[in-house]
C-alpha cells in the first residue's frame, strides 16, 4: 500500500511505512553496503548518492503532503517521483546524510583503528581507511572473507546511523516509497529484498580470497 502521512511530534506529518517493505530497505541497504566494498571511491559515491535520493524523495513526499492538507485538499499518496521538488529537498536531504554519516565514519573509524593498533599495526593504516581513501586495491581476491565482511558490516552500521539520525525518518519514508512504487505488490517487494540480501552475501564471497 502506498504510505499517507499522520501525526508525528513536532514535524506535523509522516508517512506510515508499508510492512511489507523492511525485507526490501533491508536488502537495499545490504547492497549499497556493498558498493564501496567492491568499487572503493567510487562504490562510496553511488552509494552516498542512493542514499541522498531516498531522502530526497521521503522529503519531498512529506513536504507535498503538508501543503495539501494546508490548502484543505485530500491526501493525494502521489508516487514519489511525482512529488519531487527540486535542489532545495535534495539539499536538505544531503546534509543530514552528511552529519549522520560523518558521525557513523568516526565512530567505525575508531574502530578500525583500535583493532589494527591491538593486533600491532597503525592506527590509520587499515582496509576501511584504505577504502575510503582508495590507497589499497580492494578488487576481487586481495581480501580474506573475514576482512571483506567486517567492511560489509561496518557500512551497513553507518546506514543504519543515517537511518535512525537527524533526517533519518525521511529516508525510512523515501526508501518505502520507492519500493511501493516499482514494486507495487508485496511479495514482490519481500522477494526483491531477500535477493538483495543473496547477492549481497554472494558478493562478499567474490571478493574475498
Keep these: 500500500m502506498m504510505g499517507y502521512p499522520g501525526p508525528f511530534g513536532w514535524m506535523g506529518y509522516k508517512y506510515s ?10 536488502g537495499m541497504a545490504s547492497l549499497v553496503a556493498l558498493l ?6 567510487g562504490g562510496i559515491l553511488i552509494a552516498v548518492a542512493v542514499l541522498i535520493l531516498a531522502e530526497t524523495v521521503g522529503f519531498a513526499r512529506t513536504w507535498r503532503e503538508k501543503r495539501r492538507l494546508a490548502a484543505g485538499e485530500a491526501r493525494s499518496g502521489d508516487i514519489w ?42 592506527a590509520f593504516e587499515n582496509p576501511f581507511v584504505a577504502m575510503l581513501d582508495g590507497t589499497q ?12 565482511a567486517a567492511l560489509w558490516v561496518s557500512n551497513l552500521f553507518i546506514i543504519l546511523v543515517c537511518r ?21 505488490g508485496r511479495l514482490a517487494r519481500n522477494l526483491a529484498g531477500i535477493a538483495g540480501i543473496l547477492i549481497a552475501i554472494g558478493g562478499i564471497s567474490l571478493v574475498a580470497t
Design 36 to 41: 564501496p566494498v567492491l568499487w572503493s571511491v
Design 81 to 122: 517521483l511525482a512529488t519531487l521538488a527540486g535542489i532545495p529537498l535534495a539539499i536538505r536531504a544531503a546534509l543530514s546524510i552528511a552529519f549522520d554519516m560523518a558521525i557513523a565514519i568516526l565512530i567505525v573509524g575508531a574502530a578500525w583503528s583500535l583493532y589494527t593498533l591491538n593486533m600491532g599495526g597503525s
Design 137 to 148: 586495491d580492494l578488487s576481487l581476491g586481495t581480501l580474506d572473507l573475514v576482512t571483506v
Design 164 to 184: 535512525v539520525g537527524v533526517g533519518g525518518w525521511h529516508l525510512r519514508e523515501g526508501t518505502n516509497a520507492i519500493a511501493s512504487t516499482i514494486l507495487p
Design 17 to 26: 511505512s508499508p510492512p511489507s517493505a523492511i525485507l526490501f530497505g533491508l
